[in-house]
T-cell receptor
């Protein structure tokens, strides 16, 4: 089964960039890398996803290693509202239930 | 507005009682999912459905049941066989099973009296 590994927690200061790492050494060639975040007592919210190339959207950037065994979610300028648990998961190109497991994620703490 | 709704927000269950959690989506998604989240933990997959009238067990299906009679609805029943039902339950949907972006509902918190 494809799985991901993330640090339990990270801390950053407000208005500074944040780099959240994710290792996925068993990723297959057709797995997409998805990032979600979850605020307390809310459902997870989609952040970004990618396959091979780096991706940017209004919320964040996703940097994918050349060998695809790791990726980094980049928040360019963290705010207090970015404090959440961030999950990195893999989705199979052909669909199916593999990879639909959210681990404990990374608890991001933002200091004012 | 398109999205996923879950009701109720809080639900109390007595011992030996079955309770049903509602999940409705108007996104026209084929795939729907139920997850369970315990305090400080990640999400674990209970059941998923790729299409109407079809559903599959996830990692922790014991003590739960589902139905998918309509595309937009995927209710979850927590049966009396589920001995530790206290948790936060999340419903999600996506265009394609397991690949595309999942959209989550606000969740239902189930407590045992």
């Amino acid at each position: 089964d494809a799985k991901t590994t993330q640090p339990n927690s990270m801390e950053s200061n407000e208005e500074e960039p944040v780099h959240l790492p994710c290792n996925h050494s068993t990723i297959s060639g057709t797995d997409y890398i998805h990032w979600y975040r979850q605020l307390p007592s809310q459902g997870p919210e989609y952040v970004i996803h990618g396959l091979t190339s780096n991706v940017n959207n209004r919320m964040a950037s996703l940097a994918i290693a050349e060998d695809r065994k790791s990726s980094t979610l980049i928040l360019h300028r963290a705010t207090l509202r970015d404090a959440a648990v961030y999950y990195c998961i893999l989705g199979r190109t052909g669909g199916g239930a593999d990879g639909l497991t959210f681990g404990k994620g990374t608890h991001l703490i933002i200091q004012p | 507005d398109g999205g996923i709704t879950q009701s109720p927000k809080y639900l109390f269950r007595k011992e030996g009682q079955n309770v049903t959690l509602s999940c409705e989506q108007n996104l026209n998604h084929d795939a729907m999912y139920w997850y369970r989240q315990d305090p400080g933990q990640g999400l674990r997959l209970i059941y998923y459905s790729q299409i109407v009238n079809d559903f599959q067990k996830g990692d922790i299906a014991e003590g739960y049941s589902v139905s998918r009679e309509k595309k937009e609805s995927f209710p979850l029943t927590v049966t009396s066989a589920q001995k530790n039902p206290t948790a936060f339950y999340l419903c999600a949907s996506s265009w394609i099973l397991g690949q595309e972006t999942q959209y989550f509902g606000p969740g239902t918190r189930l407590l045992v009296l």
